[in-house]
């Protein structure tokens, strides 16, 4: 090693030890570890209902173009805007043999429409039935603004962790400091189908009521406050 190598090295190794004596890994500090827990209940602003349409298959067979103009007429007549609301997934068909005529084809188209509340697709279900449209069903629902609702439901945890750190260090008289940690444990959004479906017959003069679960928003925020 030269002198100067040297020279260099005994100026630099003080820093680098002040550095290391400097540095604290927060398991050597003194900290106190929690769970915080918040969740939120949202009604749906988004629900999504599939119809589907299919030619009969039998004598008085309609053309499913009729049947596609009558679903159109009936949910504009509900104040559905069917140019932004209503799209088309799927078109297809099947063959139906007929003796002594050959093979038929039959078609079926799929949609997807997009209401705002269950008022609106109890209307939807009704209005639909009456012209003998049946198959219509529950896709999924969710909410407009979901992320800034995620972001609610952390904040809500984070702070739910910070005053039980608050709670239990008071009871021996130690003051938190700030957080050292915080890790989000779980990032939980679940819906239950389960909880939406008719209330009645559509033939009934009562307007069908459909009803849907809640959307639930879950989280748990782990953190670990310092201890003065």
Partial sequence: MTRT???????????FTFAQMGTKNFIDQNFIEVTGNAELEIVPDLIY???????????NRTPLA??????????????????????????SSRFRTKLFS???VLLSKEYTLLVADAPTAGKVYEGLEQI??????????????????????????????QQKAENLAKAINQPIGRAIHIE??????????????????????????????DLKLSYSIQAKFELN
Avoid: C, Y
């Fill in 49 to 59: 209902l599939s119809i589907t349409l299919r030619e009969a298959d039998g004598k």
């Fill in 184 to 213: 989000e444990l779980s990032n939980e959004r679940f819906s239950d189908k389960d909880g939406w479906g008719w209330d009645g017959a559509v033939s009934r003069a009562a307007p069908v009521v459909v009803d849907f679960a």
């Fill in 132 to 161: 003998g449209i049946s198959n219509v069903n529950l896709l999924r629902f969710d909410h407009s603004k979901m992320d800034e609702l995620k972001l609610q439901v952390k904040i809500a945890a984070i702070r739910d962790a």
């Fill in 5 to 15: 190598a040297l020279i260099i090295l005994i100026i630099l190794s003080p820093i």
């Fill in 102 to 104: 050959g093979s038929q």
């Fill in 66 to 91: 009729i049947t596609e103009q009558a679903m159109m007429s009936k949910l504009q007549e509900i104040g559905i805007d069917v140019e932004e609301d209503l799209t088309v997934n799927d078109l």
